[in-house]
Structures are given as structure tokens and as C-alpha cells.
């Protein structure tokens, strides 16, 4: 079965500073998706990055990117410059063929200003 | 409407009562997810529906777990004989494509089984 591990419960990060997150899954699988995803305290998960596991190249969203290394099945988030707005648990998130997704237990990070 | 719409947002139920929870995906997406999220922990998978066909309900606890989507749209959870365990936010997402695409979330219902 396909797990995803944050080994990471809490996080904290200075306003302007950089901080990664850490995610690593188990899989035998060759194609699938990864995911981070953010909630805030108003509960909607909000999709922060995607990754599809045929693409080598790390995907980037503005101030967010990721560390995509499939052979040791990890996928980190590094948050750049961060805001305080950035405030929320993270978790990461892998897919399958039928798309379902398996989450981590998730990260809360905090923004100090 | 622009995102996925869950309601209610809160529902309080008394141990043994059944609840609906509904879901309002994204207009003209074709897969729909519910999941169970307890507190501090991260979203279970329940079930996954593809336009009106249950594809997948491996994720659903018990058989007092019942989901449909009788239209392809709109989709309702329902539980049954309620439990205390059965208390958690319960999060429905839907998704343009059949695999791999992002999924959109809704808000959640928080239910609370006293």
C-alpha cells in the first residue's frame, strides 16, 4: 500500500526567510502525481504545487517549489520569502491512476514577523 | 457557483441519528472525492465517483456509510446510526479529469455526534 510520511509535526519560519518542508512516500509504482496542499484554520485545502513523477524537472509556483527526487521517493516544498499569510498546516499528498489522494499527517508552520 | 459548495458547515447530531451531508462540485467536473478528516490528522479517503458511477468505496468505514451521485453532479454522504467515532470534518473534492488532476476542495462539514 502506498503511504506518505511528514516527518516534520511543526514547523517555524521567520517573515522574508526560506523554510522546506519534508515529505517522503512509498510506492512501487512508476506513474503517479504528488501534491502539496495547505489549510488554513478555515478548513478548504487549497492546492499549493503539483508534480507529475514522469516529469524530472521540480515544479515551481512563484514563491513555492519542490525537490523532486523519485529514486529516493522524496518531494520537499521550499516555501521562499515567506508571508505571514503562509501560516498553515501543510500536508503532502501522492495520487495514483484512479486519483484518489493518500495524505501525510501534515506539517503546521508558523510565520514569525 | 465558483468552487465546490458543502453543506451544512456544521451539523450536530445525537449518537444513533442518520445525517446527510451534500456536496456541490465544480460545474462540468467529472470525478468527485469524499473524505474523512480527524482532528490534527490529514483526509481519509472514502469514496470516488466518475460522473454517476461509485468507481471506488474502499475507503468507507461501514456499511452505515452510503454516497451517491444520482446525476453526475450534486452528491450526498449519509450516514446511519451515528457514532461518536463518526465525528470529524468530512471533505468533498472534485476534479475536471478522470486521473491525476488537481482536486478542488470544499469547505467541509464539521460533524459532532454528542
Known amino acids: 500500500a502506498q503511504t506518505v510520511t511528514q516527518s516534520q509535526p511543526e514547523m517555524s519560519v521567520q517573515e522574508a526567510e526560506t523554510v522546506t518542508l519534508s515529505c517522503t512516500y512509498d510506492t512501487s509504482e512508476s506513474d503517479y502525481y504528488l501534491f502539496w496542499y495547505k489549510q488554513p484554520p478555515s478548513r478548504q485545502m487549497i492546492l499549493v504545487i503539483r508534480?507529475?513523477?514522469?516529469?524530472?524537472q521540480n515544479a515551481t509556483e512563484n514563491r513555492f517549489s519542490v525537490n523532486f527526487q523519485k529514486a529516493a521517493k522524496s518531494f520537499s516544498l521550499k516555501i521562499s520569502d515567506s508571508q505571514l499569510g503562509d501560516a498553515a498546516m501543510y500536508f503532502c499528498?501522492?495520487?495514483?491512476?484512479?486519483?484518489?489522494?493518500?495524505f501525510g499527517k501534515g506539517t503546521k508552520l508558523s510565520v514569525k514577523p | 457557483g465558483a468552487g465546490v459548495s458543502q453543506s451544512p458547515r456544521y451539523k450536530v447530531a445525537k449518537r444513533g441519528q442518520d445525517v446527510a451531508l451534500r456536496c456541490d462540485p465544480i460545474?462540468?467536473?467529472?470525478?468527485l472525492f469524499w473524505y474523512q478528516q480527524a482532528l490534527g490528522q490529514g483526509p481519509e479517503f472514502l469514496t470516488y465517483?466518475?460522473?454517476?458511477?461509485?468507481?471506488?468505496k474502499s475507503g468507507l468505514p461501514s456499511d452505515r456509510f452510503f454516497a451517491e451521485r444520482p446525476e453526475g453532479s450534486v452528491s450526498t454522504l449519509k450516514i446511519q446510526r451515528t457514532q461518536q467515532e463518526d465525528s470529524a470534518v468530512y471533505l468533498c473534492a472534485s476534479s475536471l479529469f478522470s486521473r491525476g488532476g488537481p482536486q478542488h476542495f470544499g469547505d467541509g462539514t464539521r460533524l459532532s455526534i454528542l
Open positions: 508534480q507529475e513523477a514522469y516529469k524530472q
Open positions: 499528498a501522492y495520487s495514483r491512476s484512479q486519483g484518489n489522494l493518500i
Open positions: 465517483f466518475q460522473n454517476e458511477a461509485q468507481l471506488d
Open positions: 460545474s462540468g467536473h467529472v470525478s
